[in-house]
Structure formats: C-alpha cells, structure tokens
C-alpha cells in the first residue's frame, strides 16, 4: 500500500470505526498525542482527549449518526474529503434540546498526517443547513 492509499484508509478508518460505530477506543492509534483540530467547538479539550470529548457529544445527541465518506483524495501527507453526515436528533447539542428531527448535512475536510497518525485536522460542516432542519436557532458562536 502506497503512503497516499494508507493516509486514505486512516481517515475512512476514523469516519467508519470511531464516528460510526463510536469505538473511541481506537482514538489513540488514529490520532497523534499532539493533534490539534483546527475548527474545534468552543471548549473541547486538545488532543485526543478533545476527539473523544467531540465523538461522544455529536454521537449523544444523534446516536443514529453516519457519516458516509463521499470523496477522498490524498497528496502528501494530506487526505481531503467530503462527506454526508445523517442522523436523528434524540439528545442536547450545544444547549439545544432534542428535537426528533433527522437532519443530512455536508461537510469537508483536510487533515495532516504524520507518521501513522492525524497530526492536524480543518473540518468544516454546514452547520446553518443542520440548525434549519433542526426548525432551531443556532446558538452564539464562542
């Protein structure tokens, strides 16, 4: 496997195994110790921690949640991606209370790999489209 088509199945290993099946036990064999999120939500913790903190937020408010990898390409040690995240709104998320509404939502993303490891990541969602289909108002930014 080529260095490119092994960043490649590191990311879809994240989207597929950690945010899909919630296995957050796999967290440190993906993420390096010094990974920064360069978008994270207000308050999360660095690091792996940070991920774990995010994975088991998003998946407590939309337990039902998949994201499906739609486009994936690597150059360097770079993997960019779009995606499709699904699911239903069954818990808080970022002071809004459940909902029951399903939302799909866009999103994109580069990370950096290092080593064998996310070292970096830039994820961006459509979040306006998710609070609309939520029928909320999304909350302050902070």
Request: charged residues 30%; proline residues 5%.
């Amino acid at each position: 496997m080529t260095d490119t088509e092994a960043n490649k199945a590191l990311v879809r290993r994240f989207f597929d195994e950690v945010m899909n099946e919630g296995r957050l036990d796999l967290v440190d064999e993906i993420f390096a110790p010094e990974y920064v999120n360069r978008h994270a939500h207000p308050g999360q913790q660095p690091g792996p921690d940070g991920v774990r903190q995010l994975v088991t937020n998003v998946r407590r408010a939309f337990p039902d949640l998949v994201e499906t990898v739609d486009d994936l390409v690597a150059e360097g040690d770079r993997v960019g991606l779009r995606l499709t995240l699904r699911g239903t709104h069954l818990g808080a998320f970022r002071g809004a209370e459940a909902t029951g509404k399903r939302v799909e939502v866009m999103g994109m993303a580069i990370v950096r790999i290092e080593g064998d490891r996310i070292a970096e990541g830039w994820f961006f969602f459509d979040r306006e489209a998710m609070w609309e289909q939520l029928g909320i108002d999304p909350p302050a930014r902070g």
